[in-house]
């Protein structure tokens, strides 16, 4: 009650194009440009990219301020 083929119904799986070893390509999720950076692989955008989404901060001046003091005596 055996049959040779272990799954009669389904196909032999073909044999596609060897995948070369390595790291694969990430692109980015905007322009579509390979991503080479870690930092830019694990976010999906590219420098430039990220950039124009998240641009940086205004200058904030704080409002502590450095005084001029005098030496401690005896130091």
Known sequence: MES???FPDF????????RPSGRTTVRCALC???LTGTRSRRT???P???AR???PG???PSRRREADQDPLPGT
């Open 4 to 6: 040779p083929e272990p």
């Open 11 to 18: 196909p032999e799986p073909q044999a596609g194009p060897a």
């Open 32 to 34: 579509g440009r390979p």
């Open 44 to 46: 999906g955008l590219g």
């Open 48 to 50: 430039s990219c990220d």
């Open 53 to 55: 989404l998240h641009p």
């Open 58 to 60: 205004p200058d904030i």
